[in-house]
């Protein structure tokens, strides 16, 4: 495993400075290795906002439930702790009146904007074009599994993620009985197993390949340099040891498993206790597997804790968290908001997907509703272009301007 130390953002005095700390990671726990992360500032703009729009994806079904598409005040202030709204409900709703609608007479009963029910719509209408990549990506992930075989469960945690429909037992597993099939757990009574039962010539090309073909073609890289190499960026100011890039170097040429290689006849606890290369192979098939999960959610991004949900079922012995550190070229992992969430760097750019589809499209617009707050909507429409006009918090709207423009 690689792993370096680098000083938090240094004082004007100060200089910035990088340790690397080769072979296998310095002995810390998790929490303190998440603490003494580099931040890259992109990124946690990013998920300050982002947080936010996870609340109000959870908010969404207890509008929408009722015939009238709207909930008492008081409902959402019961369930506050439950929602994560640590200040309240009330507070949380009045920071974003460009996405709720709070009623002026009693009984108070809260609805989203037209703004916000035009996202919605969209979305739904989105991840309804969108079921043929839906099923091709349900596919993939458990073409990742040696046993082809997940827990419903699990994959009920990231629907969202993948960009399920929420109705997906039906419109997606049911609608394709020569691809999916539910069976029940043997080992945990009233829990159900989806399976793939489709029988396929060839397993599926990782989305890694992808890089690795245009790296070849168009920018001339040597083919035997990148056969098992990774697409690696870091946030400027990060300055990288020459034995780090040497390390890296040789991490990138390591042969490993790809994703959706079968290796249900290796014993990976014979690899492991045999070399330290066996190790080093074993964390990059594990490296390769997260990489291809991030690739299959439609935003490029996952809570910790959920994707930790299938490290059984894909066979890594490994701590998540401790991955995503190690290979911070690749993942970033940020705190921001009750859970820890990693993105893949490189499907980023000045924190906007480079390759959007149209679920991500959808939902960015939500995000940019929320980072509007409390400005009018001549700070900016929330189709993400912020422009000039609004008087009354300029030093809002000139750091959302700088970070999106």
Same mark, same amino acid.
């Given at each position: 495993?690689?792993?370096?130390?680098?000083?938090?953002?240094?004082?004007?005095?100060?200089?910035?400075?990088?340790?690397?700390?080769?072979?296998?990671?310095?002995?810390?726990?998790?929490?303190?290795?998440?603490?003494?992360?580099?931040?890259?500032?992109?990124?946690? @703009?990013?998920?300050?906002?982002q947080?936010h729009?996870?609340?109000?994806?959870t908010?969404?079904?207890?509008?929408?439930a009722?015939?009238?598409?709207?909930?008492?005040?008081?409902?959402?202030?019961?369930?506050?702790?439950?929602?994560?709204?640590?200040?309240?409900?009330p507070?949380?709703?009045?920071?974003?009146?460009?996405?709720?609608?709070?009623?002026?007479?009693?009984? #108070?009963?809260?609805?989203?904007?037209?703004?916000?029910?035009?996202?919605?719509?969209?979305?739904?209408?989105a991840?309804?074009?969108?079921k043929?990549?839906?099923?091709?990506r349900?596919?993939?992930?458990?073409?990742?599994?040696?046993?082809?075989?997940?827990?419903?469960?699990?994959?009920?945690?990231?629907?969202?993620?993948?960009?399920?429909?929420?109705?997906?037992?039906?419109?997606?597993?049911?609608?394709?009985p020569?691809?999916?099939?539910?069976?029940?757990?043997?080992?945990?009574?009233?829990?159900?197993?989806?399976?793939?039962?489709?029988?396929?010539?060839?397993?599926?090309?990782?989305?890694?390949?992808?890089?690795?073909?245009?790296?070849?073609?168009?920018?001339?890289?040597?083919?035997?340099?990148?056969?098992?190499?990774?697409?690696?960026?870091?946030?400027?100011?990060?300055?990288?040891?020459?034995?780090?890039?040497?390390?890296?170097?040789?991490w990138?040429?390591?042969?490993?498993?790809?994703?959706?290689?079968d290796v249900?006849?290796v014993?990976?606890?014979?690899?492991?206790?045999?070399?330290?290369?066996?190790?080093?192979?074993?964390? @990059?098939?594990?490296?390769?597997?997260?990489?291809e999960? #991030?690739?299959?959610t439609?935003?490029?991004?996952?809570?910790v804790?959920?994707?930790?949900?299938?490290?059984?079922w894909?066979?890594?012995?490994?701590?998540?968290?401790?991955?995503?550190?190690d290979?911070?070229?690749?993942?970033?992992?940020?705190?921001?908001? @009750?859970?820890?969430?990693?993105?893949?760097?490189e499907?980023?750019?000045?924190?906007?997907?480079?390759?959007?589809?149209?679920?991500?499209?959808?939902?960015?617009?939500?995000?940019?509703?929320?980072?509007?707050?409390?400005?009018?909507?001549?700070?900016?429409?929330?189709?993400?272009?912020?422009?000039?006009?609004?008087?009354?918090?300029?030093?809002?709207?000139?750091?959302?301007?700088?970070?999106?423009?």
């Amino acid at each position: 495993m690689l792993r370096y130390a680098v000083s938090r953002w240094p004082s004007s005095s100060a200089s910035f400075s990088i340790i690397l700390i080769p072979g296998m990671r310095k002995k810390t726990t998790s929490a303190q290795s998440v603490e003494s992360r580099h931040r890259d500032p992109t990124f946690e @703009k990013l998920m300050r906002h982002q947080k936010h729009v996870t609340k109000i994806a959870t908010i969404q079904p207890l509008v929408y439930a009722n015939p009238d598409l709207s909930v008492p005040l008081s409902f959402l202030s019961r369930l506050s702790q439950r929602l994560h709204l640590s200040r309240g409900a009330p507070s949380f709703l009045r920071k974003f009146p460009h996405v709720f609608s709070i009623s002026s007479t009693k009984p #108070l009963a809260v609805r989203f904007t037209d703004a916000a029910d035009e996202v919605f719509r969209q979305e739904s209408d989105a991840l309804d074009r969108s079921k043929p990549e839906a099923v091709d990506r349900l596919r993939r992930l458990l073409s990742m599994s040696a046993s082809r075989t997940l827990p419903l469960r699990a994959i009920f945690k990231v629907w969202r993620e993948l960009g399920l429909p929420d109705d997906f037992e039906d419109s997606v597993i049911a609608e394709n009985p020569g691809i999916f099939a539910l069976v029940d757990n043997p080992n945990e009574p009233s829990t159900h197993l989806l399976r793939l039962v489709e029988t396929m010539a060839l397993p599926p090309v990782p989305a890694v390949e992808r890089w690795r073909d245009e790296e070849y073609r168009q920018n001339r890289k040597d083919l035997e340099e990148i056969r098992f190499g990774f697409c690696h960026g870091f946030p400027p100011g990060m300055r990288l040891s020459k034995e780090f890039r040497a390390k890296t170097k040789e991490w990138q040429s390591l042969p490993y498993w790809g994703p959706y290689e079968d290796v249900g006849r290796v014993d990976f606890s014979k690899s492991r206790s045999r070399s330290r290369t066996g190790i080093k192979k074993m964390e @990059k098939r594990a490296v390769g597997i997260v990489h291809e999960f #991030l690739s299959l959610t439609v935003e490029k991004m996952v809570e910790v804790e959920k994707i930790s949900q299938f490290r059984k079922w894909f066979r890594i012995d490994l701590n998540m968290r401790d991955l995503f550190l190690d290979h911070s070229g690749m993942f970033y992992l940020s705190t921001k908001g @009750k859970a820890h969430t990693v993105f893949l760097r490189e499907a980023y750019d000045r924190g906007r997907l480079i390759d959007p589809n149209p679920v991500y499209l959808a939902r960015r617009k939500m995000l940019d509703l929320v980072m509007m707050g409390r400005r009018s909507s001549g700070c900016g429409e929330y189709d993400g272009r912020l422009e000039s006009g609004d008087q009354s918090s300029d030093s809002e709207c000139e750091e959302e301007r700088a970070w999106v423009n």
